[in-house]
């Protein structure tokens, strides 16, 4: 039978069915060959017989894989922010995206929190990214929003990512009220958000559409990217790229730069052309030492 891991406890595979949930245990050949089962797999498995639990025999072709957090086959990564507690990084949520641009899936910046935010800074982050990913401004708490973020992730396999404290959590109790995923609030004394999520888990939200929870997406290292590639993960970039003087422009102070002078005349914005140099020269640092 054919079916997707919707969860992975102490050796247990959880293969959901159509409407069945299987209790499943991995083949010994998959350790030896040192191939893990991730939530989100498509993968070939017997049923229980009896007592026996049931076998994951096949890890079905993914479309891409993660190791922190442990899950596979995302067509669609929302990129979560707070609008305020805590106080938007927007250098964090850059490296997401980066992240989500590698991953060759679809992209929603979420902003959350909008109740407890001025309207003047949720305007102001919605200008920065509008005009390369949709924007999805929300309170998951009154539920503002919620119906727009439904429908931007209708019919795929989607992923909460984002730092600890912006609801991630809360968003998807607000999609699915049984999940029960547990919620922490922000740390008095770091003013960052809690971890709450323990273990990675796939909700079916109806109508075809899945949604990861995960406990490890809450940072990442952009340094894995390198010099050539950066510049194609900012999508207002790429118009411009190859236009540029030099073949290998990379956009920081070189003259006749076709993506600096799109920043200089409004068509690239200034935080996210700041945020590609910051990135650029930490790649660029690394490659040295």
Known sequence: MEGTIVKGIAGFYYVKQEEQLHQCRARGVFKKEGITPTVGDRVLFEPECGEDDGLVREILPRKNHFIRPPIANVDCFIIVMAAAHPKPNLAVADKFLVMAEKSDTDIVFC???????????????????????????????????????????????????????????????????????????????????????????????????????TPGFTSFEILESDEEELQHLYPELRPFIGSCRYDNCRHLKEPGCAVRQAAEDGHIHAKRYDSYKTQMQEIQAKARY
């Not at 924007?135 to 795929?156: D, M, N, Q, T």
């Not at 991630?168 to 960052?192: C, D, Q």
Request: hydrophobic letters at 35%; a neutral charge; one cysteine or more.
């Open 111 to 213: 902003l959350n929190k909008i109740d407890v935010a001025k309207p003047a800074e949720v305007e102001e982050i919605k200008e920065i990214y509008k005009g390369a990913y949709p924007v999805v401004c929300l309170s998951a708490a009154s539920g503002e929003g919620l119906e727009e973020l439904r429908e931007r992730i209708c019919g795929k396999q989607a992923a909460l990512a984002g730092p600890s404290g912006v609801g991630k959590s809360t968003i998807l109790n607000a999609l699915k009220p049984e999940a029960g995923a547990e919620t922490g609030g922000i740390s008095h004394k770091t003013k960052r958000g809690k971890h709450t999520t323990r273990h990675c888990e796939l909700f079916d939200l109806g109508g075809d559409t899945m949604l990861f929870d």
